[in-house]
Protein backbone atom coordinates (compact mmCIF):
# COMPACT_ATOMS: atom_id res chain seq x y z
CA UNK A 1 0.00 0.00 0.00
CA UNK A 2 1.56 3.26 -1.23
CA UNK A 3 0.27 6.39 0.66
CA UNK A 4 0.57 10.46 -1.16
CA UNK A 5 0.21 12.17 1.83
CA UNK A 6 1.79 15.48 0.97
CA UNK A 7 -1.78 16.97 1.33
CA UNK A 8 -1.44 15.52 4.84
CA UNK A 9 1.10 16.47 6.26
CA UNK A 10 1.63 20.45 6.81
CA UNK A 11 -2.12 19.73 8.56
CA UNK A 12 -2.23 16.50 10.50
CA UNK A 13 0.25 14.69 12.73
CA UNK A 14 0.97 11.07 11.02
CA UNK A 15 2.22 7.98 12.27
CA UNK A 16 3.05 5.50 9.55
CA UNK A 17 3.47 2.71 12.20
CA UNK A 18 -0.05 3.08 12.97
CA UNK A 19 -1.19 3.51 9.62
CA UNK A 20 0.81 0.31 8.75
CA UNK A 21 1.36 1.41 5.24
CA UNK A 22 4.12 0.21 3.30
CA UNK A 23 5.32 3.06 1.51
CA UNK A 24 4.38 7.15 2.51
CA UNK A 25 5.23 10.25 0.33
CA UNK A 26 5.57 13.44 1.25
CA UNK A 27 6.60 16.82 -0.31
CA UNK A 28 8.50 19.76 1.32
CA UNK A 29 6.55 22.49 -0.93
CA UNK A 30 3.48 21.05 0.78
CA UNK A 31 4.89 21.35 3.86
CA UNK A 32 6.66 25.84 3.23
CA UNK A 33 9.64 24.42 2.43
CA UNK A 34 11.66 24.00 -1.05
CA UNK A 35 10.20 22.44 -4.01
CA UNK A 36 12.13 19.42 -5.83
CA UNK A 37 12.52 17.64 -2.79
CA UNK A 38 10.11 15.55 -0.39
CA UNK A 39 10.76 12.00 1.70
CA UNK A 40 9.66 8.75 1.18
CA UNK A 41 9.04 5.98 3.76
CA UNK A 42 9.10 2.69 3.35
CA UNK A 43 8.77 -0.51 5.31
CA UNK A 44 12.71 -1.87 5.28
CA UNK A 45 11.95 -5.30 4.06
CA UNK A 46 10.34 -4.12 0.82
CA UNK A 47 13.14 -1.44 0.57
CA UNK A 48 15.84 -3.97 0.58
CA UNK A 49 14.14 -6.30 -1.27
CA UNK A 50 14.20 -3.61 -4.79
CA UNK A 51 16.84 -3.19 -6.58
CA UNK A 52 18.19 0.66 -6.80
CA UNK A 53 16.31 3.29 -9.41
CA UNK A 54 19.77 5.38 -9.99
CA UNK A 55 23.28 4.70 -10.59
CA UNK A 56 25.78 7.05 -8.94
CA UNK A 57 27.94 7.04 -5.36
CA UNK A 58 27.09 5.71 -2.07
CA UNK A 59 24.53 3.61 -3.41
CA UNK A 60 26.84 0.60 -3.82
CA UNK A 61 29.07 -0.91 -1.53
CA UNK A 62 31.64 -2.72 -4.20
CA UNK A 63 31.60 -2.43 -7.92
CA UNK A 64 33.61 -4.52 -10.62
CA UNK A 65 33.15 -6.02 -13.86
CA UNK A 66 32.46 -9.32 -12.25
CA UNK A 67 29.94 -8.22 -9.91
CA UNK A 68 28.14 -5.03 -8.28
CA UNK A 69 27.04 -5.36 -4.90
CA UNK A 70 24.57 -2.57 -3.79
CA UNK A 71 24.32 -0.80 -0.51
CA UNK A 72 21.97 -1.20 2.26
CA UNK A 73 18.76 1.24 2.18
CA UNK A 74 18.75 3.94 2.30
CA UNK A 75 21.57 4.15 0.90
CA UNK A 76 20.99 2.16 -2.28
CA UNK A 77 18.10 4.90 -3.69
CA UNK A 78 20.31 8.13 -3.01
CA UNK A 79 22.44 7.91 -5.60
CA UNK A 80 25.13 10.64 -6.39
CA UNK A 81 25.39 14.34 -4.21
CA UNK A 82 22.01 15.02 -3.07
CA UNK A 83 19.91 17.85 -2.98
CA UNK A 84 22.09 19.52 -0.01
CA UNK A 85 20.18 23.03 -0.16
CA UNK A 86 16.96 21.40 -0.31
CA UNK A 87 17.04 19.25 2.97
CA UNK A 88 18.65 21.73 4.83
CA UNK A 89 15.74 23.68 3.84
CA UNK A 90 12.94 21.27 4.30
CA UNK A 91 15.03 20.50 7.92
CA UNK A 92 13.84 24.66 8.47
CA UNK A 93 10.05 23.82 7.45
CA UNK A 94 9.68 21.01 9.53
CA UNK A 95 11.23 22.77 12.81
CA UNK A 96 9.20 25.69 11.41
CA UNK A 97 5.82 23.55 12.02
CA UNK A 98 6.56 21.85 15.02
CA UNK A 99 7.46 25.10 16.57
CA UNK A 100 4.03 25.98 16.31
CA UNK A 101 2.54 22.31 16.76
CA UNK A 102 0.56 20.91 14.32
CA UNK A 103 -2.43 20.87 17.03
CA UNK A 104 -2.55 23.83 17.20
CA UNK A 105 -2.44 24.47 13.19
CA UNK A 106 -5.10 21.77 12.81
CA UNK A 107 -7.20 24.02 15.14
CA UNK A 108 -6.77 27.52 13.88
CA UNK A 109 -7.64 25.37 9.92
CA UNK A 110 -10.72 23.88 10.98
CA UNK A 111 -11.45 27.21 12.64
CA UNK A 112 -11.64 28.77 9.33
CA UNK A 113 -13.28 25.85 7.33
CA UNK A 114 -16.31 25.91 9.33
CA UNK A 115 -16.44 29.21 8.49
CA UNK A 116 -15.77 28.94 5.16
CA UNK A 117 -18.59 26.27 5.01
CA UNK A 118 -20.76 28.43 6.57
CA UNK A 119 -20.30 31.10 3.66
CA UNK A 120 -20.25 29.09 1.08
CA UNK A 121 -23.43 27.76 1.64
CA UNK A 122 -25.33 30.92 1.62
CA UNK A 123 -23.79 31.45 -2.06
CA UNK A 124 -26.54 30.79 -4.77
CA UNK A 125 -25.93 27.94 -6.60
CA UNK A 126 -23.06 26.64 -5.08
CA UNK A 127 -22.56 23.27 -4.34
CA UNK A 128 -19.24 21.97 -2.06
CA UNK A 129 -17.67 18.91 -3.51
CA UNK A 130 -16.39 16.63 -0.64
CA UNK A 131 -17.97 16.85 2.99
CA UNK A 132 -15.62 14.33 4.75
CA UNK A 133 -16.55 14.48 8.70
CA UNK A 134 -12.76 14.87 9.20
CA UNK A 135 -11.47 16.69 6.17
CA UNK A 136 -8.69 19.66 5.98
CA UNK A 137 -8.91 22.36 4.27
CA UNK A 138 -9.63 22.14 0.79
CA UNK A 139 -12.63 23.64 -0.41
CA UNK A 140 -13.85 22.04 -3.90
CA UNK A 141 -16.84 23.39 -5.37
CA UNK A 142 -18.90 24.12 -8.61
CA UNK A 143 -21.08 26.99 -9.32
CA UNK A 144 -24.53 25.92 -11.49
CA UNK A 145 -24.37 27.72 -14.61
CA UNK A 146 -20.63 28.64 -14.65
CA UNK A 147 -17.76 26.94 -15.54
CA UNK A 148 -14.60 26.87 -13.08
CA UNK A 149 -12.44 28.18 -16.03
CA UNK A 150 -14.37 31.04 -16.27
CA UNK A 151 -14.60 31.61 -12.23
CA UNK A 152 -11.00 31.48 -11.30
CA UNK A 153 -10.03 34.35 -13.33
CA UNK A 154 -12.13 36.52 -12.01
CA UNK A 155 -11.10 35.78 -8.77
CA UNK A 156 -7.63 36.17 -9.53
CA UNK A 157 -8.39 39.47 -11.21
CA UNK A 158 -9.99 40.12 -7.15
CA UNK A 159 -7.36 38.71 -5.33
CA UNK A 160 -8.33 35.63 -4.33
CA UNK A 161 -6.14 32.74 -5.74
CA UNK A 162 -8.02 29.21 -6.30
CA UNK A 163 -6.97 26.43 -8.60
CA UNK A 164 -9.75 25.41 -11.24
CA UNK A 165 -9.26 21.70 -13.33
CA UNK A 166 -9.44 18.13 -12.34
CA UNK A 167 -6.65 18.90 -9.97
CA UNK A 168 -4.66 15.63 -10.91
CA UNK A 169 -8.22 13.97 -9.97
CA UNK A 170 -10.04 12.55 -12.49
CA UNK A 171 -11.14 9.27 -11.99
CA UNK A 172 -12.84 11.16 -8.66
CA UNK A 173 -14.51 13.85 -10.81
CA UNK A 174 -15.59 10.84 -12.54
CA UNK A 175 -17.34 9.79 -9.90
CA UNK A 176 -18.89 13.00 -8.99
CA UNK A 177 -20.17 13.55 -12.08
CA UNK A 178 -18.13 17.10 -13.33
CA UNK A 179 -15.55 17.43 -15.35
CA UNK A 180 -13.62 20.43 -13.07
CA UNK A 181 -14.13 22.08 -10.18
CA UNK A 182 -12.80 25.46 -8.51
CA UNK A 183 -10.78 24.96 -5.45
CA UNK A 184 -9.91 27.15 -2.54
CA UNK A 185 -7.26 25.70 -0.28
CA UNK A 186 -6.29 26.97 3.36
CA UNK A 187 -2.91 27.02 5.77
CA UNK A 188 -2.03 28.16 8.47
CA UNK A 189 -1.89 31.34 7.26
CA UNK A 190 -5.39 31.65 6.30
CA UNK A 191 -7.88 34.10 7.70
CA UNK A 192 -12.02 34.82 8.51
CA UNK A 193 -10.58 37.85 6.45
CA UNK A 194 -9.33 35.87 3.08
CA UNK A 195 -12.75 33.67 3.31
CA UNK A 196 -15.05 37.23 3.14
CA UNK A 197 -12.58 38.43 -0.02
CA UNK A 198 -13.45 35.15 -1.72
CA UNK A 199 -17.21 35.72 -0.73
CA UNK A 200 -17.00 38.99 -2.25
CA UNK A 201 -15.01 37.52 -5.52
CA UNK A 202 -17.91 35.13 -5.88
CA UNK A 203 -20.07 37.92 -5.91
CA UNK A 204 -18.48 39.22 -8.62
CA UNK A 205 -18.26 36.17 -10.71
CA UNK A 206 -21.92 36.09 -10.31
CA UNK A 207 -22.07 39.57 -11.58
CA UNK A 208 -20.01 38.87 -14.78
CA UNK A 209 -21.12 35.73 -15.33
CA UNK A 210 -25.10 36.09 -14.63
Not at 43 to 64: C, D, F, R, Y
Not at 174 to 198: F, H, N, P
Amino acid sequence: IVVDGAQAMPHLRVDVRDLDVDFYAISAHKMYGPTGIGALFGKHELLNAMPPWQGGGEMITSVSFEKTAYNVPPHRFEAGTPNIAGVIGFGAAVRFLDSLGLEAIAAHEQDVLQYAKSQLRDVPGLKLIGEAAAKTGALAFTIEGMHPYDVSPILDHEGVAVRDGHHCAQPLMERYGVSATCRASLGMYSTKQDIDALITALAKAREMLG
